[in-house]
């Protein structure tokens, strides 16, 4: 099956840094990748979609200056927590997908998280 | 806007029981409905997917159920195991690759 490795899977920074998150598809071309946020006991919020090679698409309330994503490559989308607060705290989730998927069932396959946390 | 809402919230059962969890959404023109499988502090798994023209598949212990019209799916888990313990979310896409996810119901299987 199709695989997705996002890293790091644990990162603890101090307020004001910066942290970067990866996420790359190991066996596909995704075309498009997608990224969660996931409160403790909550379900998954979508915060943005991005297509290789074009800007993301937020959702209404998230801060495109605030998490900044990269999609440069059919293979590796990136996520930049900026100025980094501890409201920031959270369980990151990428997920990938391609426009050529298996009988076009426009399948996600998730990266396994990255918790967050903000000193 | 599609809303998926899970119930129950949560669910405590002995082992070796079967156990049913439930999802409904608004939107009935869906393009496929997913179930997964989270374990804490992990990403998620993906156990069943059924496209909007079928109305279930199996997979070992497990079997899910779409009813379109009504707006509803079940995830039925015979004879339950300790092992089954998560949080099971419930998904659907109205189209592209778009997921709207569900709250998810916590599974507790005692032994």
């Known amino acids: 099956g199709a695989v997705v490795s996002q890293h790091p899977s644990r990162v603890i920074c101090k307020s004001g840094t910066s942290v970067k998150i990866e996420c790359r598809s190991l066996?596909?071309?995704?075309?498009?990748m997608f990224w969660y946020r996931q409160f403790p006991k909550q379900s998954l919020m979508l915060m943005a979609t991005?297509?290789?090679?074009?800007?993301?698409?937020?959702e209404q309330g998230v801060e495109k200056d605030k998490f900044l994503i990269n999609h440069a490559s059919l293979t590796l989308s990136t996520l930049t927590v900026t100025s980094a607060h501890p409201e920031d705290s959270s369980f990151y989730i990428c997920?990938?997908?391609?426009?050529?998927?298996?009988?076009?069932?426009?399948?996600?396959?998730f990266g396994a998280g990255t918790r967050l946390s903000v000193l | 806007k599609q809303e998926v809402t899970q119930i129950p919230a949560a669910l405590s059962v002995p082992e070796g029981e079967n156990l049913v969890l439930n999802c409904s959404f608004t939107?009935?023109?869906?393009?496929?409905l997913q179930w997964f499988r989270q374990d804490p502090g992990k990403g998620l798994t993906s156990l069943l997917l059924?496209?909007?023209?079928?109305r279930e598949q199996t997979s070992g212990r497990l079997n899910a159920s779409l009813d379109k019209s009504s707006g509803r799916s079940t995830l039925y888990i015979a004879a339950s195991q300790p092992g089954d313990s998560a949080t099971y979310l419930c998904?659907?896409?109205?189209?592209?690759?778009?997921?709207?996810f569900g709250e998810g119901t916590q599974l507790t299987v005692n032994p």
């Open positions: 997920s990938a997908s391609s426009s050529g998927d298996r009988g076009g069932k426009n399948i996600q396959y």
């Open positions: 066996d596909f071309q995704a075309t498009t």
């Open positions: 991005s297509n290789e090679g074009s800007k993301a698409t937020y």
């Open positions: 939107d009935s023109a869906i393009y496929n």
């Open positions: 059924i496209q909007s023209s079928q």
């Open positions: 998904a659907v896409t109205l189209g592209g690759s778009r997921l709207t």
